[in-house]
């Protein structure tokens, strides 16, 4: 009898689900088969895999991995790690495709999938959309090749460390504090801290699955307390945190302040745009207006895109662009790097331009204009409706001839601001967000938000 998937991890940009429940052993062996048929059809015939920290990754590479042997290709394993130091192996070792064991920033009891195929390969780049439909289809049919093919370990972190390295580029030590969150990242940060200059204090520096001390997603402020905490101790010039797989980064300020995924962006934009006068760069529909202002007014030009990982990554091939970002802190840099989300890479980014120009941290996000807004909003819905309820408000909102941008979810635009409303596609929610100049056009914003869910039946507050 063929396998299928449970129908609610097949994702947008990867395969995602609950360990035990709707991803189990059996669903990485033939994943494993399948992405090794897709591979080997495309003319690759070897891969390197890795895993992330959480307590069921090394069952589910090692299904996974079997599952690639089966179909003849060559297995290239850089055990655990974080998410971007899978996708360097990719290009460093110049191997077909690459396939990541990781849950990411989700629940503990989650886990999935991130994949990719080489650029020399037909269909390049991330996996997402239909290329996660076809391998789905694939295991119903159980449309494999077979073959005998080898894994074999390969140590690749010094190689990713000095590669993340090379782009440093700062004059002043500094007094950093980071974040690991018990998360994959943590041998990498120490190798990596043992050669910058400064002083370095690490907090959860332990690979830890069950995440003991706070969840591993800095886009939740609850999440930064730690970090605050110890910045103020330890009187930083800065703090850095990361998710699970460290392809998300969070930062905050010698005082504290969060610096948001589209704040970080701005800063970054100076640099870049003064290498790359008028280039496109790229941020999601959750991203601030003061970010798109900002990329224009340095000369750049601004380009709204679909929130997701891979999605951005297809637009910065697209575009020829060197620098793309999200709210939830996913960085992408073309300029001096392979374009994929790095949270590591994007610090070292950050440390260098603080170190190199003499303004604080502190001070480039006080040089920014200052607007309110709500953080990232999320409101649980059953997994078959949360793409309904968008749809539903869209209609409603078109009939009423409001400004509505739909390049993800609706992002709509009022005299007071503009809020967000769109589908995760990773969780079963509902995120949104809304920005104003003031105190009191927000909460007019957020009424119009909750409103809008009412209508849907949702019973909703912020």
Known sequence: MAHSFDPTIVREYDIRGTVGKTLTEADAFVLGKAFGTMVVRAGGKRIV?????????????EALVKGLVATGVTVERIGLGPTPMLYFAAVDRKADAGIMV?????????????MLLAKHLPGGGP????????LADMVASEDFVAGNGTSSPVDIIDA????????????KPLNIVWDLGNGASAEVAKRLTAKLPGVHTLLFADVDGTFPNHHPDPTEAKNLVDLQKAVREKKADLGIAFDGDADRIGAVDGQTRIIAGDQLLAIYAHEVLKNMPGAVIIADVKASQVLFDKVAELGGKPLMSRTGHSLIKAKMAETHSPLAGEMSGHIFFGDKYYGFDDAIYSAVRLISLISSSGKSLDSWR?????????????FPVEESRKFAVVNEVKARLQKANAKVNDTDGVRVQ???????LRASNTQAVLVARAESDSTEGLARLKILLI???????????I
């Open 451 to 461: 409103d809008q869910l009412t209508a849907c039946g949702l019973k909703c507050s």
């Open 414 to 420: 009022t005299p007071d601001g503009w809020w967000l």
């Open 160 to 171: 990713y460390v000095a590669r993340v390295l090379k782009d440093y580029q700062g004059t």
């Open 49 to 61: 895999a890795g895993r992330d920290g959480r307590t069921h990754s090394p069952m589910l590479e």
């Open 102 to 114: 990781t849950g990411s920033h989700n629940p503990a009891d989650q886990n999935g999938f991130k």
């Open 366 to 378: 006080d040089s920014l204009p200052q607007t309110v807004n709500t953080p990232e909003l999320r």
């Open 127 to 134: 996996v997402y959309g239909a290329a996660i439909k076809k």
